[in-house]
Each structure stands twice: as C-alpha cells, then as structure tokens.
C-alpha cells in the first residue's frame, strides 16, 4: 500500500509535539528506521494513534493535577547501604542527577549574566563587568516562575533575582536534631529547590527538647527519614530527600551550600578543604548548639562576591544647586535627609544646564551632609546648573575572600560581637569548642550534666589547648564559664536551635543568592544569664526519662517545673505566634498539671502565610489561625494545656480578658503586628504587674524587648517618631516619587469603589435620614458627598458594560489628561511664587498630560481593568470578550470624549498645610438643598431594591483585579510628571503596605524571646541579667543591651515607678480616699474617673460629696459601668505636697467588692 512520506511524518510528529509542548512528562522519541520499509502502515498508524492519545491524556492529567514547581521531584526515600543515590522522580532526568549543581561558567555568556544580575527589587547598579565576578556556585535563576500570592512578603525583602537563585539552588543539611531541623524548616520555607537531609543517628527521647519534628513513636527511627514527611509538608514545592549512611565528600558537588550542624572538627576540615577548593566553591557552614553556647563558622570560597551588602533600596536626593567649584558642592530639597555616606557612588539625572552630570557614570562624594555633600568632580568648565536633578545611590558588589576552616580556626580573625559586656568572651568560646571537640574525640561521647569530674577534665584540655596558642593565648579562661559549658555540651535547646536556625538559615539564603553580606567568619554566643540564679545540686540536673531531659541537663529540674506551671498568654498566632507556641511546646510550658497556655487571633489564615507562618498548611486556608496553631502545637507536645480564642485584646474583650484573667498570668508574649494592639497589651501588664516579653521583625531586621515589673520601662515609655506623611497637596497635585503616585492610587480606588458606593446605598436605605445628616453638616464636606452620591446615580450611572467601559475611559480622560492640562494651564511652566521664586522649582515636577491610545498596552489594561471593577459595583456582568484586548479596543473606541476646557476660576491646593481639598462657600446650604432636591428626582426612577456593591481594596488576590487598576492609576500618574513607573508586585508591596517578612528573622526573635522566658519564669534575675535585642541578618549585626530601668518619682520615704498602682480597699467614700492620703502628706486637690471630675477643692458644691461612697459617685457623675466581673474601679489624683509642690502619684485603684 503506497502512501506519502511527509504525511507520515506530520502524522508521526505532530502529537510527539503535542505530547512535548503540553504534557510535563519526558517525551519518548520513537525512531522509525526509514531504511526498513517492512513495517506496515497500520502497524505504525495504531502506534502513532496510540502515542497521541498518551500525549493528549498527559495535557489532561498536567491540568488536573495539582500544580508544582518546574523543578519539582517526587522523592523516593528508599536507600540501603549499597545504594547511596537518590531515587528522584523528576521531569528533569537524565544521564546526571536532578539536583545536580547549576554552575555558572564564564564561558556561557548567558549563565554569565545571570550571575550579576540584581535583584528586581532594587535599580542597582555596579561598576564592576562580567569578567570580574568570580566563579560562584549560585543557582540558575531562570528556570521557574515564582508564586507570587505564597512568596509576597518573601519578595518584598529578597526581590525576584534571589528568589529565582533560591529555588534553583541544592542544600545538604547534615545532623537532624533541634537545629538541623530548625535550619531546613527555614529553607524549605524560604523554596530553595532541594534539601537533603543526612543522619546516621536515630531519635531519642533527649531529641524532643528541640526538635519539633520527632514525636514519641519516632523514637529509634533514622533522624532524617523520621523528618521528611513533616518537612515536606511546609513546602510541597521543594524536593526533599535522605541519606542515611557516612557521607563522602564526593557526594557534596551535588549541592551549592552545605550545612553540618553535628560534625566533629577533623571532619569539618577535610569536608571544607574540599568545598573550599572545588570549582566552583561549595559554600560550607559548620553550626552548634551546646546547652547554651553556640557558634557559626562559613565559608563561601576564596572569592566570594556579594551583590547587594544590605537589602536596602538605593538613596536617592532631589537636587537644589550644583556650584561651578572644583570640588563640586551639590545641595539637595530638604524634603528628606540625604542617607549618603562618605565614599559612596553616585550617578546623576534629569540635571537641566550642567548636563555634562547625566551620562551615567558613577562619581565619588565625600563631606556627606544631611541635605549636602561634595563631588570629587571638576565642574568649573561646565555648563551652569539651571534646575532639576535626582541624584541615586550606585549600590557596588563586594568581594569577600574566605579562609578555609583548616586556616581560620588557627587565625580567626576578627569576630562579629553579639554583646559589647561581653567584648573578650568570643576568643574564650573558639578555645571552649575547640576543647570541647578533642574531649569527645578522646572520650567518646560529651560531658555528663553535673559531673566535676568531667568539667575539670574539660577545663584541662582547654588549658592545654590555650598553653599551645603561645602569644594568641586567652588571658583567663574563666573556668566557672567553662565549668556551664561542659554541663550543657550534650544539649540541644529549643530557643538556642530557634535563633541559630535563623541565623543558618539566612547565611544560606546569602550563599545561593550573593544577596545580603555573610557572615564573615566566625560568630560565638552564650546566654548563661538564663541559667537559674540559685546553685543547682548535681543531682538536679540527673535525666528523669522524659522529653525535657536535654533542658533539664542545662536548667534543672526545679525550673523545669516552674515552666510546666506557667500560665501564659500569647497574644497572636502569626508568624510570631506559630514560632512561640513551638518553642514553649517543646520547652514544655503550660504542659504540667497547674499549667495554662491562652492564645487569640481574631484573624484567619490566608495564602500568603503559609510561606512563614509553618504551623499553618494549604488545607487551612480560611480557618482560624488560633484554633489550627493551637491544634499543631498539640501536636508538638499532647501534655500541652492550650485554649484557642478569636478574640482581639482591646477594651471591647475586657469581659473576656478580665481581671480575673489578667491578675491569674504568669507571663504574656507579645506576637502582634501593629502598635496600637501591643501598647493596650503595654498597659494590661503595667496596670496588671505582669512580665511582657515584647518583639518584631522588619524583613531581615528584628528586635526584642522585655518589660520586667519594677526592672524595665513599660513599651509604651518610649516610641518611634512617627512616619512623615507628604501633605496633601504634594499627593493630589504636586508627586515627585512613585509613593506619592501609589499613595493617591489607592486614595481615588477606595473613594470611587468603596466610599462612594457605601455613601449611595447609606443614601438609598434611609433617604430622609441621610440628607438631614447632610443638611445638619452644612459644610464642604457634605456637599461633596451628595455630589458624589448625585454623580454615581445620574451623570455616571452604568446600566450596560458598554456604561462602564465609557466610563473607564472619561476617568482616564480626567485623571491623566484634563486634570493635567488645568493644572499647567494654572501654573504655567514659567510660573513663579509671591517671592518671584520659580513655581515649578524642585521637589515639584512639571507634568505633561497623556494622550489616549488603544495601542498602548497599559492604557487598555486600565480601562480593561477600573470598566470591570466598575461594572462589579453597579453588578453588571462581565462578558467575555472583554478581556480580549482588540475587542476591547473597538468597544473603547466608541466612547465620544469631549473637548476638555480649562477654567479661569479653578482652585488648586498648593498649602502644605492643608488637610482637605474641599473648600467651603458661603453658599454651600443652598446647594446642598439643591443637590438634596435632584437626588430625589434621581432616586424615583430606581428600582425600590437598587444597591451598589462597594468594594473593599484585597491586595493578595490577583484575580480581583483591584491591583491592576491601582498600579494603572499610579503609573499613568508617575508617567504624567516623567516618575520611573513600577510593575504590579511592587505596587502591591507600597499601596498593600506589605510588611516584608521572612521566616528567619522571626525564628531568631522568637529563640531570643524564649531564651529570657527562662529568667522570668525562674525569678530573682537583676536588671543586668536581661536582654533587649536589635539584629539584622543583612549586615549581619547583633547588638544586645541591658534594658533600660523605669523612672524612679519619690516623696518622704516613698518611692515609686510606673508599675506601681496604690490599692484602697473596703469600698471607702471621698473622704477616706482623701484621708488616706494626707497620711501620706499629699494633699489631693482633684479626683477624676475617665474625663469627668469627682472631686476638686475649687469646687465648694464638690464638699456635699464627701461622704458618698467613690464607686457611687462614679456611677452617678462619670456614669461608669460597671459589669459584675469587675471589683474594682481606677481613679487618677492631682496631689501637692506640704509645699504646693505638685507630685505626680500612682494610679489609685478603689475596690468596692
């Protein structure tokens, strides 16, 4: 049977190309041997037939499926000692392993220029070419998409380049306790590609002091298979896999960073001799944990570049002058202080007269000043600065040349400080942990807890140890120091594995990333403070055959039992929150017989937690965070005695957190995210006399403060200036950066889509009573709301789609074009001010208006995306097409635009002052009667049942489009007045006001918090025990500091602070209250309760008083409520002294019950 060749070859190719183009499957090519020509045509149409349909019907299963990464592996644990591969099923295969390392080559141009791209979230730029990065084991960064509702607040701090590098990337972690558990929890979160998990140990019981992986039914399983599901579960994303036997160093060109957290010191030098001379270096991290003692060593190579050394966006200035000096001086608007230093490099735009600046290259200043600084330029033959000018911060990779391990434990260099009290303890730790390997090493296993015996021994081969380091010796080797160190070598705590797990994490990030600066090379830390205050027996610290044995190595078992008996208050089950309640389930708080742990969150849980917040899975999505938190951590620890509430603490819940409550609280940790909740839980503890341990985080930043009854300030004593606002004016007429343009985005997207819908339906569902509210106000205010109201229901009201679209397009009309053109029609370019100064004289920018076309993608897009929104207000549906960019454009085209005007009489705000828009007039009462009048009109040819849909701005969905229309207003806007325009992410972090978030810096604040937990819960510490904690995992710095002590006010023999509150007792009248005082020898001229007065010796009407029970004047002045849980009411007094001197007293609380 004859037949065409080529239509064979269609035949046979087309669904292979089907298969290839949609199946995510490897496509099996079969090979027809054309020199063969006995195979028959049905023979090969029935394998072609059936070869579509496999490719047809994996398209179908691709869809169906649950979506993944691209670099997603299924994991197969199955290894035996032969067979120390990994069994990966992956799209990927092939001769070499899936994870195999991209390297980046300098002969790849492309792999080359993927290395020093920098991260989308910042415009860096460097003078530094390609050929002078280093060869670096970063990961390819153009192999996956990222999910941009499950990473948002991970890319407000890393930017999309480094997240790309992370999920490209390949990291072993090695020794599966409490901090290798930690550290791949933060990784897995973070999404790099792959984590290997290596242990040849199994759990104990001693394990579950820290690691909140391993239950009780784990113990004898392999570490590392006994955690993969558990991981696996925080990130479905990234491929998990184990290895279970001895590790050879060939095994590490597998990965781009590894990680070995329980490895003796011979090892780590041969592993790091290994990484450190491989091409390209392998970046190496050795971490422990002892009791808690901890250090940190990296490694990144010889040459080691990082691309950005802060995370921070690059400085900007709006330029002012520029003389003709030779050094220049430039002086800039002081609208924001200057954050330039000293060496920096800066390049120069938009300089109108000394254009000569303007060719991009970078120059160096110096003379840095708030609002100055000089160039090291010649600029005396060029052209006269005349006006404008942004001056930019260039932001310059850095080199880092690492030491080896086998050389910098010989030569440590310099060590990054934690603590400046305790400035020689760090090159006394590198000698403990030095002396601490060769015990184990000799002994074969770490110091017993409480054994003399083995700390003298310990102690004596440090001194050894220290004998040989001839003149680098330490001075004193503080063998009360050592003495802790050995009792707690064995153990792994939780808060110490937290905060380490932090700290790991984030070297990680910076060795597949090049962003952030390393660690650089070794960090040394100690929390003795946290040891219990009174000398413990031997015998307390003797193992009990329990979960908390390892703690109880390092504390006792006395404080042990004070932490199962607290009763605890966690505000939040954030980020912080789910943090917190793993920490305490595994330091067993709240877990004994008298033991209480009480958490509320008043949100649910959403997409773009899971990416930090690790209690939390897919599946909870829309479930209460407290409610699934609490069940996890149930999980952790079942001993755990935790209640779950939805409430928010504020004084609307004092019925449910009541005094009771409040007066039965061991401790209160604090897991909020804004200010005003943590000052009200600020004042609950200070009225109450309750320990708050407070903390935050910024993206890498972090902070912790402790707020200790009679030894700290309260959180409220001291604040943050708050943020500068632009004036209004600045927003509406004048912006000058894409904050500004964002700014008054979202403004006009919550005045057109929510206010004004919400105004019309208040106006529909009372008509009467509504505009006699508006007749009342009588003001601009009001008038501007009927006019709104009137507009929406009569001029702009949408019936159709087509209603909609015409209306998008007039609002572009107005917002980009006609408001333009009156604003220069006003101020004119050469304008001036009542000095004669220039009007449009920096920071302000003249705009140009913008003329519509269909052809210009964001154009449409904004019609597209504010005619849809607009449509969901009036619930008009959607047809299809409208997404459909020509169509759309034919439907925009048949909006009749008309001719814009501009007025004589317009009035444009230019006050900075200014906090309204609105201008009042003397006639404004007739014409909000006239308005009122065709409202009426309007509202009778409305269905009865007609209401607007107002629409609340929801910045995490992206298929609301309600960010599409925000970043189209501002980038039409910035566009307007020549401002560099932002893609849609980054709008989202500005108008959503995303807080940046990443799971390291809350892992460390959190370890941190429950490092000083102990000394709470223990009592007795001083002042000088305790730590308030700033860090950034960026730079990285860490600077702890003793909290600051609260006011001390006196008066005779008294003395008094802020935590103190005067308690009078047995229901007393005015005049006891009084007398109670003057045996004080305070005279108290004023009582008030609330804001009104009881009492004031002014007042002789005020004396018939005197005799009335306090609460009864309460009820019947200030009109106090009183509900029946409470027993006591707070009253403030003004008192002088025998002197008239006025002395500020406590709170006085009057108990009547």
């Known amino acids: 049977m004859k037949f065409n060749k080529w239509a064979l070859g269609f035949t046979v190719l087309f669904p292979i190309i089907l298969g290839y183009l949609y199946g995510n499957s490897d496509v099996v090519v079969l090979v027809v041997d054309y020199g063969n020509r006995c195979m028959s045509f049905w023979f090969v149409a029935l394998i072609v037939i059936f070869m579509g349909f496999c490719a047809v019907f994996g398209s179908l299963l691709h869809y169906m499926l649950p979506r993944k990464r691209a670099s997603e592996g299924v994991v197969v644990v199955n290894e035996t000692e032969e067979e120390q591969t990994l069994n990966i099923s992956s799209d990927n295969d092939n001769a070499s392993s899936v994870i195999k390392k991209h390297r980046i080559s300098e002969s790849t141009p492309a792999e080359t220029n993927n290395a020093v791209i920098l991260d989308d979230s910042s415009n860096h730029s460097t003078s530094t070419t390609l050929a002078e990065i280093p060869i670096m084991a970063l990961g390819d960064s153009n192999q996956t998409d990222i999910d941009e509702d499950l990473h948002s607040r991970q890319l407000a701090v890393y930017g999309r380049e480094t997240m790309r590098r992370l999920f490209a990337s390949n990291i072993l972690v090695s ?78 060109s597998d990965f781009q960073a590894v990680v070995f957290t329980d490895i003796s010191l011979d090892k780590a030098i041969e592993f790091n001799d290994y990484c450190h001379n491989h091409q390209p270096p392998i970046s190496f991290i050795k971490a422990e944990v002892r009791g808690l003692f901890g250090s940190v060593f990296c490694d990144f190579g010889p040459e080691f570049t990082v691309f950005d050394v802060d995370g921070e966006e690059p400085r900007t200035g709006i330029i002012a002058s520029i003389s003709n000096d030779n050094p220049a001086l430039v002086s800039c608007v002081d609208d924001e202080r200057l954050e330039f230093q000293d060496g920096d490099l800066v390049v120069f735009s938009e300089v109108h007269g000394m254009t000569q600046l303007n060719d991009g290259k970078p120059r160096k200043i110096k003379n840095a000043r708030p609002y100055s600084f000089t160039l090291e330029e ?20 850095k080199l880092l040349n690492f030491k080896p391990l086998r050389e910098a434990i010989k030569d440590p260099g310099d060590f990054l400080l934690s603590d400046f009290s305790k400035f020689d303890r760090p090159p006394l730790l590198h000698l403990a942990f030095q002396a601490l390997d ?14 003399e015996e083995d700390a003298q021994k310990l102690i004596s081969v440090a001194t050894s140890i220290n004998d040989s380091f001839g003149d680098g010796k330490v001075e004193d080797i503080n063998p009360k120091l050592l003495r802790h160190f050995a009792f707690g070598a064995r153990a792994v705590l939780n808060p110490m594995a937290a905060m380490f797990g932090g700290i790991v994490g984030q070297e990680v990030v910076k060795a597949c990333s090049g962003k952030f600066h390393p660690l650089f090379q070794f960090f040394y830390f100690d929390s003795v403070e946290s040891l219990p205050t009174e000398p413990l027996d031997s015998s307390e610290f003797k193992p009990i055959n329990s979960r908390y044995d390892a703690q109880i190595s390092v504390f006792g078992a006395k404080l042990q ?24 389930a ?141 004036p209004m004016c600045t927003v509406h007429s004048f912006p000058h950066n894409i904050d500004h343009c964002l700014t008054w985005a979202r403004s006009e997207f919550e005045g057109l889509l929510e206010k004004t819908p919400a105004e019309v339906n208040a106006y529909l569902s009372n008509p009467a009573e509504y505009t006699t509210a ?17 507009e929406c229901l009569d001029r702009e009201k949408c019936e159709t789609f087509q209603d909609c679209i015409t209306w998008a397009r007039l609002k572009f009309e107005d917002y980009f074009s006609n408001r333009v053109k009156q604003l220069i029609y006003t101020f004119p370019e050469d304008a001036a001010t009542s000095t004669g100064a220039p009007f449009w004289s920096a920071p302000k920018r003249f705009p140009h208006p913008l003329q519509f076309s269909a052809a210009d993608p964001s154009h449409l897009h904004f019609v597209m995306a504010a005619s849809m929104l607009r449509a969901e207000t009036f619930g008009i549906p959607v047809p299809g097409w ?44 007739a014409v909000i009667n006239d308005l009122i009048m065709k409202l009426e009109q309007c509202r009778k040819n409305l269905p009865p049942e007609f209401r607007m849909k107002p629409i609340q701005f929801e910045k995490d969905d992206d298929t609301n489009y309600h960010m599409d229309m925000i970043a189209g207003l501002a980038n039409m806007r910035a566009r307007n007045y020549s401002i560099p325009e932002v893609d849609k992410l980054k709008a989202k972090f500005i108008a959503g006001r995303i807080i940046p978030a990443i799971a390291t810096s809350t892992a460390m604040a959190t370890g941190l918090v429950c490092l000083e937990l102990y000394k709470v819960l223990d009592g007795g510490h001083k002042l000088e025990d305790y730590r308030n904690t700033f860090a950034n995992l960026a730079l990285p710095l860490f600077s702890m500091a003793e909290p600051v002590p609260p006011k001390v006010m006196k008066h005779r023999d008294m003395s008094w602070t802020v935590w103190d509150r005067w308690i009078l007792k047995g229901n007393p009248t005015l005049r006891d209250l009084i007398e109670w005082l003057k045996q004080k020898g305070l005279n108290a001229y004023s009582i008030s309760c609330g804001s009104c007065l009881l009492f004031n010796s002014m007042f002789p009407r005020h004396r018939e008083r005197m005799d009335k029970k306090v609460v009864d004047l309460a009820r019947e002045v200030a009109k106090v409520e009183l509900p029946p849980y409470r027993r006591h009411l707070d009253v403030v007094v003004a008192c002088e002294d025998d002197e008239d001197n006025d002395i500020d007293i406590p709170l006085v609380s009057i108990y009547f019950r």
């Open 175 to 252: 020794g599966i306790q409490g901090l290798g558990a930690e550290i791949a929890k933060n990784l897995i979160l973070a999404g790099v590609k792959s984590v290997t998990l290596h242990d040849e140990g199994t759990v104990e019981l001693w394990d579950l002091s820290s690691n909140f992986i391993f239950s009780e039914n784990d113990v004898g399983k392999n570490r590392a298979l006994a955690s993969v599901q558990k991981l696996q579960e925080l990130n479905n994303a990234v491929i998990i896999s184990t290895l279970t036997t001895k590790l050879t160093k060939e095994r590490l």
């Open 378 to 397: 010649d600029t005396t033959n060029y052209g006269t600065y005349v006006k404008g000018g942004i001056v930019t911060q260039v932001k310059q990779p």
């Open 438 to 451: 060769k015990f184990v090493s000799e002994l074969g296993r770490f110091p017993v807890a409480g054994s």
């Open 561 to 584: 039992k004070k932490l199962e008996d607290t009763k605890l208050f966690i505000v939040g089950s954030g980020a912080l929150g789910c943090e917190f309640l793993k920490n305490v």
């Open 586 to 726: 595994l330091m067993g708080v709240s877990c004994g017989d008298q033991g209480k742990l009480t958490i509320t969150d008043d949100d649910v849980i959403e997409k773009s937690n899971l990416s930090r917040q690790f209690l939390f899975r897919d599946w909870n999505i829309g479930q209460a965070k407290s409610t699934v938190a609490a069940s996890a951590a149930s999980s952790i620890n079942p001993c755990l005695n935790i209640e779950a509430l939805q409430n928010r603490v504020g004084p609307e819940t004092e019925n449910v957190f009541d005094d009771n409550f409040w007066e039965n609280l061991s401790v209160v940790i604090n897991a909020l995210d804004n200010v005003n909740a943590r000052l009200y839980v600020d004042q609950r503890c200070l009225y109450f006399q309750k320990p708050l341990l407070e903390s935050g985080t910024l993206g890498a930043k972090c902070n912790t403060q402790m707020v200790i009854p009679h030894l700290t300030e309260n959180y409220g004593a001291s604040r943050d200036p708050p943020e500068k606002q632009a």
């Open 774 to 790: 508006m007749t009342n106000a009588g003001d601009a205010q009001a008038r501007d709301n009927l006019e709104r109201v009137l």
């Open 882 to 925: 409208a997404k459909n960019p020509k169509l759309l454009a034919e439907a925009v085209d048949k909006v009749i635009v008309p001719e814009f005007q501009p007025k004589n009489d317009a009035r444009i705000v230019t006050d900075e002052k200014a906090t309204t828009l609105s201008t009042a007039s003397v006639d404004d009462a």
